[in-house]
């Protein structure tokens, strides 16, 4: 399974969310040994995920970026190097 693959599962199991956008950043830091040692020739490394759920209701920021990067923990101690989260409630969207 793809490592995107797999954070979209993750995450939509987690959050349910209403809106979930994952963009791989990867070919942006294909020169960066970190990106190499870690997912060799995968190109997934690098992400940016945008998500919007009623689960980060009354949550802060933090607790947020806590959360995800939970769910998400196998990732980060495997091919992910960085993650960019914007983890917001609907009503932040409205």
């Known amino acids: ?3 995107e693959k797999s954070i979209r599962e993750k995450l939509e199991k987690a959050f349910l969310p209403a809106v979930l956008v994952i963009e791989n ?3 942006k830091h294909a020169h960066h040994d970190e990106a190499q040692g ?3 020739q995968s190109g ?3 992400f940016r995920v ?3 759920s009623a689960a980060f209701e ?3 920021s933090l607790e947020r970026h806590r ?4 769910a998400l923990a196998e990732e980060l101690a495997g091919p992910v190097h960085a993650l ?3 983890a917001l409630t609907p009503a932040e969207t409205a």
């Open 1 to 3: 399974m793809s490592v």
């Open 50 to 52: 945008r998500i919007v």
């Open 84 to 86: 960019a989260i914007k």
């Open 25 to 27: 950043e990867s070919g």
């Open 58 to 60: 009354g949550k802060s």
């Open 67 to 70: 959360a995800v990067n939970a």
């Open 44 to 46: 997934e490394t690098h």
């Open 38 to 40: 870690r997912a060799g």
